[in-house]
């Protein structure tokens, strides 16, 4: 475990607070319905999220977090499927932990 975590201390991890606006607003430029979508008053909405593994970070906690932060009903994701190999260039064999 210790290594791990010193493993993590080196890391840098990069979020794009504006994602979550991204998300919506494409959304919305496609159509006028886009809050029974991000914020569904009696459905339930089921969102699953098929991303690559180094993206799982960001969609499993920051991204919620944003969208709960807000306090406006907004969905979260529900299932996340990931797959393929990490984009980061750090990532060595030897690391404890490779997302």
Known sequence: MYEVLCFLLQQVFYVWFDAPIGYMSITK?????????????????????????????????????????????????SHIMATGKSNSVHNRPEDPLIF
């Open 29 to 77: 430029t496609y159509t006028d319905q886009w809050e029974k979508w991000w914020r569904p008053e009696r459905t339930s909405v089921l969102y699953y999220n098929f991303i690559g593994k180094d993206n799982v970070p960001f969609h499993s906690v920051i991204f919620p977090s944003c969208l709960l932060g807000a306090n406006r009903n907004y969905t979260v994701v």
